[in-house]
């Protein structure tokens, strides 16, 4: 999960490393709080069976698994990475 948060991280430099890290931990426990809360997110037009959970200009998308009562995190983007 981790690798593909850290691309779209902002301050990749070692200057900013506390910034890209703190970051990176608010979106992994937003991810996380999603065992709680699981359809808070908003269902994806396009893709229903997809949801979105917004973070600042930050994206987490997931789908509810029922059958196995666990949520799947596809994947993580930058809001200015949508098309």
């Known amino acids: 999960m981790c690798h593909s948060i850290e691309k779209h991280l902002p301050g990749r430099g070692a200057e900013n490393v506390p910034a890209g890290e703190t970051l990176g931990n608010e ?6 709080s999603l065992e709680l809360m699981p359809y808070r997110g908003s269902v994806v037009k396009k893709q229903p069976a997809l949801r979105k959970l917004i973070h600042g200009n930050y994206l987490v998308y997931y789908r509810i698994k029922e059958s196995e009562k666990a949520v799947q995190i596809v994947s993580f983007f930058h809001g200015a990475q949508i098309k």
């Open 27 to 32: 979106l992994i426990d937003e991810a996380m």
